[in-house]
């Protein structure tokens, strides 16, 4: 089925953008003609990894020491390193700004608004920072984050990365649980954390969790309290943030670190068992966030940029990371449904977004509710990202008819693994109905059948990664022998970057994700995507949500479709015949599935994913190991006592 054309960015837009820019250089450089062609560029990225990577350094003017040698190689994929004679301040690199300026906007769901200029957030990360080192800090040590999103957690993680500090963090909506298996495993010695917070209308604490979370991880030997709204914080004796910031101590040097520092530690979802510690180093994310924000994304000095996100979804520090192109970023924190419908798009307008980032979930939710944005002034939205899930051609078609004509709509993949993307958006293709526009420069990505062998166009297989790259994890934590990291990424095809999505090339150049590879459905042993049936049931109008998994039986594999229906809506035998039959007609015979069954909720993590692993577990009767990494743990009741 040929995708729709929806938009093409027109030629002055072209002409001004960072990605033409970028490719003038090269071109100029290399002595090579691209004629505007993204394809040849992408090609040209990835045949010379040592030059593109230093070009990408130098175009994104990346504050430090490039040294000389790119890439030190290692026949292990994961062993070879970039840029190992370099050195930088990550924080550096996000503060080089000091006026005053907006840096920092904050809103929560309770209607609080909060600003920092540039010279205020360097003073303040410099006093956080100097209160670190005095209370005996040292490079390498771990801060933990126990934060809600807000100015306070931004400042408490570049104060930690300037003084070479490892930061990890978590969304206060993770129980305690949650939070002790992750961060007991690495050990923090200093906890930020906030006296409550905001969610749907609730207002939830926090502080009262901190005993708990104490006696869990003792080698946390300070807990740093921020306030949500208050100026004062009573009842306990920890460390007051405000406090730190009334003190006239500045640690304002900004010590130049290797390239492979590690800078924060990000969890694996945590549904299938134990998070997994995954180490990021400083570089390694800083160089891969700029080339998308700066060269894919086209933020430029003085941009507006928002995510809708919690702190322990890897778009947090995404979005953070926008600092460094002299972009100001802005915050939400709360639901963002509440209190009405359209906050978000509200805060887009009032604030004039240029990016306005959020799940595709969100998206999704909008055009189920027939939501309609022409009330609003978007005038300045250049570009909308989309992640966390497959984004349908149907949300891509009502994001134009009803957001906006005339933007950037950028489905954009990748994840925690690579704290970044491995295919994106870019000014010089046109957008087509769901589809992703292309691959990320300087990863040479590619598709494998289950033998190992690269496919053509319009086949779907296994998304992998062919040559190393720099924003790959420079380890597991506690992974000695690196098990963890060979297991994760290298078990399936040897030597090859293994990212367990289930994708197809497009006639178009672009890609179609059709979900993980660990929920793909093998009904006669034929793969199907689980998101080539989500964008069928979701069209109708009764339907808010859907969830579809394989369940064993009768030494086979049956597809079990489970629909979350809107208010005063049943699951009629008309109903289901009619989802049936718009399957079948979509897609194929072996699409359609043989139960369908009516649910309460979908379950889904913490940052919005649907959690198709833990009801395919469930009835397929294997444990459960990890239900705290759910945002809704209890609606797996409802799948354990379900008979079908």
């Known amino acids: ?36 062609s993204f394809l040849e560029l992408y090609k040209w990225s990835i045949k010379n990894p040592e030059n593109f990577w230093s070009d990408c350094w130098d175009y994104t003017q990346i504050i430090g020491t490039k040294g000389k040698e790119v890439i030190t190689k290692n026949k292990v994929f994961h062993k070879n390193k970039f840029f190992k004679d370099s050195k930088l301040n990550f924080a550096e690199n996000l503060l080089f700004k000091n006026t005053d300026d907006l840096a920092i906007h904050s809103l929560k769901e309770c209607g609080f608004k909060e600003n920092i200029t540039w010279k ?37 993680f570049l104060a930690s990365a300037k003084n070479g500090y490892i930061w990890s963090s978590c969304s206060p909506d993770f129980g305690v649980q949650g ?15 906030c006296d409550y917070y905001y969610y749907n209308g609730k207002k939830i604490d926090i502080l009262s969790r901190i005993p708990e979370i104490l006696k869990e991880i003792p080698t946390i030997k300070k807990v740093i309290v921020f306030n949500y709204i208050e100026t004062k914080v009573t009842g306990h004796d920890y460390v007051n943030f405000k406090e730190i910031l009334e003190s006239s101590d500045q640690d304002d040097k900004f010590e130049k670190f290797d390239f492979n520092q590690p800078i924060y530690i990000l969890y694996s979802s945590g549904t299938t068992g134990v998070p997994k510690c995954i180490v ?25 940029v928002f995510y809708f996100t919690t702190t322990g979804w890897m778009m947090w520090n995404w979005q953070v990371a926008a ?49 309609d944005a022409s009330e609003f002034d978007l005038s300045n939205l250049k570009i909308i990202t989309s992640t966390g899930s497959p984004l349908v051609a149907e949300s891509f078609e009502y994001v134009y008819k009803n957001i906006k004509e005339d933007v950037h709509l950028s489905s954009i993949s990748g994840g925690t693994d690579v704290v970044g993307c491995l295919v994106i958006g870019n000014i010089f293709q046109p957008v087509y109905a769901g589809e992703i526009q292309g691959p990320s420069l300087g990863i040479e990505i590619d598709i494998y059948d289950q033998q190992g062998n690269s496919i053509l166009n319009d086949e779907k297989g296994e998304l992998v990664v062919k040559r190393p790259f720099p924003s790959m994890p420079i380890m597991f934590w506690n992974d000695p022998d690196e098990s963890k990291i060979k297991s994760a990424y290298f078990e399936k095809y040897k030597n090859i970057w293994h990212h367990a999505d289930y994708i197809q090339r497009t006639k178009n150049n672009g890609y179609i994700i059709y979900g993980r590879s660990d929920s793909t459905l093998n009904p006669g042993g034929v793969r199907i995507g689980t998101s080539e049936i989500y964008r069928q049931v979701e069209c109708f109008d009764e339907v808010a949500e859907a969830l579809v998994v394989g369940q064993n039986f009768k030494n086979d594999v049956r597809i079990i479709l489970f629909v979350k229906l809107k208010n005063k809506f049943t699951l009629s035998d008309n109903l289901i015949q009619n989802i049936k039959y718009k399957i079948r007609k979509n897609c194929s015979p072996r699409h359609v599935p043989s ?38 743990p209890e609606i797996l009741e409802f799948f354990k006592n379900l008979k079908i």
């Open 1 to 36: 089925m040929e995708n729709k054309f929806l938009w093409k960015a027109d030629e002055h837009r072209t002409k001004n953008s960072n990605l033409r820019k970028f490719t003038d250089k090269i071109s100029k450089k290399y002595r090579i003609d691209f004629k505007d």
């Open 120 to 156: 205020q957030l360097r003073e303040n990360v410099f006093k956080i920072s100097s209160f670190l080192k005095k209370i005996g800090l040292r490079k390498n040590d771990r801060v933990a984050g126990y934060v809600p999103n807000t100015i306070e957690t931004v400042t408490g």
């Open 179 to 193: 939070l002790v298996d992750r961060f007991r495993q690495i050990e923090p010695k200093v906890l930020f954390t």
């Open 280 to 304: 990021h180093g400083a570089g390694n994310a800083l160089i891969e966030q700029k080339k998308e924000l700066s060269i894919h994304c086209d933020i430029k000095d003085n941009d507006r």
């Open 323 to 371: 600092l460094s192109c002299g972009a100001s970023i802005y915050l939400y924190d709360g639901s963002p449904f509440y209190p009405t419908l359209d906050v978000l798009i509200k805060y887009c307008s009032e604030e004039k977004f240029n990016l306005f980032g959020v799940g595709a979930k969100y998206i999704d939710h909008l055009k189920n509710e027939n939501y």
């Open 595 to 632: 139960v369908i069954k009516n649910c309460p909720d979908i379950p889904r993590t913490k940052s919005g994913k649907i959690v198709e692993i833990a009801v395919k577990k469930i009835l397929n009767k294997e444990n459960i190991n990890n239900v705290d990494a759910l945002a809704n």
